[in-house]
Nanobody
Framework: QVQLVESGGGTVQAGGSLKLSCTTR????????LGWYREVSGKEREYVSS?????????AHSVKGRFTISQDFVENKHMMYLEMNNLKTEDTAVYFC???????????????WGQGSQVTVSS
């Protein structure tokens, strides 16, 4: 099964920046939306941002203007990134790379998940 492998994350002070990466096999998810969700313990996993190969990009209202999603193809790999700037304490969560979903659909309908990366923003 083709996996989504995440890297990045960590701990940063409020106002700081972090970058998450998600790597998968090039062109395997060509027809799918790729993106990011996040989950705080005890709460529903929530949509953060997504991108498609046609250039379509979308952000949740809570991160618009602070987060930037991008992607690149390097040899046989498809790399997706989430650059997070001006981080706030409320951005603290486990962030999951996701593939093949509809933005407004329940998160349980996402077809493929990465392993999750902890992002902690301290005050």
């Amino acid at each position: 099964q083709v996996q989504l492998v995440e890297s990045g994350g960590g701990t940063v002070q409020a106002g700081g920046s972090l970058k998450l990466s998600c790597t998968t096999r090039a062109y395997y998810f060509n027809n799918c939306r790729l993106g990011w969700y996040r989950e705080v313990s005890g709460k529903e996993r929530e949509y953060v941002s997504s991108i498609r190969n046609n250039g379509s990009i979308d952000y949740a209202h809570s991160v618009k203007g602070r987060f930037t999603i991008s992607q690149d193809f390097v040899e046989n790999k498809h790399m997706m990134y989430l650059e997070m700037n001006n981080l706030k304490t409320e951005d603290t969560a486990v962030y999951f790379c996701a593939a093949c979903f509809t933005i407004d659909a329940p998160w349980l309908e996402v077809e493929r998940w990465g392993q999750g990366s902890q992002v902690t923003v301290s005050s």
